[in-house]
């Protein structure tokens, strides 16, 4: 299909935070359980229309696991966004949060442009982060921030859209 643009986004965060879980949402529209780990990278895109615009978003979801990170470089080349991920459920994906950000800065174009995501936000009962823990970070490293549910479609497409 044509486009006008290409515009490379990168999912970042612990293991098991959701990012396939946010990719398959924003690219099918739906939740799958189950999801098997991601080894290395997978993809996804989609075709947006921005102001008559053809935009062909590329998704790029790697593997949270530590092994994994040698290939971050090679990752991030080319990207205009990053969304930062962890799980409201689990505190120490948000301790993490530091060190993703690092990676990151050291590893992208100044340019890159990076978005915050607090994701599983339907389990408000198991919730151990709360929202406002997520703005503070946010606001403290001038990143935008959201919170999300792979699992009802909650804000995923605003993610992108605000990016
Ligand atoms: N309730 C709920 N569960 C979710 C949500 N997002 C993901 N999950 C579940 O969390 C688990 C991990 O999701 P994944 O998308 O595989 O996590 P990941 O960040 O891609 O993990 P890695 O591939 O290891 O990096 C799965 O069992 C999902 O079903 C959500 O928004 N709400």
Redesign the pocket.
């Known amino acids: 299909m044509s486009y006008n643009y290409l515009y490379k986004l990168v999912l970042i965060?612990d293991?098991?935070?959701?990012?396939?879980?946010l990719l398959l949402q924003f690219t099918d529209q739906r939740f799958q359980?189950?999801?098997d780990?991601?080894i290395g990278v997978e993809f996804g895109a989609r075709l947006i229309e921005y102001k008559k615009t053809k935009i062909r978003l590329q998704i790029w979801?790697t593997?949270?696991?530590e092994s994994f990170r040698s290939i971050t470089r090679s990752y991030y080349r080319g990207a205009a966004g990053a969304v930062l991920v962890y799980d409201v459920t689990r505190r120490e994906t948000f301790n993490h949060l530091a060190s993703w950000l690092d990676d990151a800065l050291q590893h992208s174009s100044p340019s890159l442009q990076i978005i915050l995501v607090g994701?599983?936000s339907?389990?408000s009962k198991r919730r151990a982060v709360n929202y406002e823990e997520g703005f503070n970070f946010a606001q403290e490293h001038g990143l935008t921030f959201l919170e999300t549910?792979?699992?009802t479609g909650e804000n995923v497409e605003q993610v992108i859209f605000i990016l």
């Open positions: 965060g293991s098991g935070v959701g990012k396939s879980c359980p189950v999801h780990l991601t979801d593997a949270g696991q994701n599983k339907d389990l549910s792979a699992k």
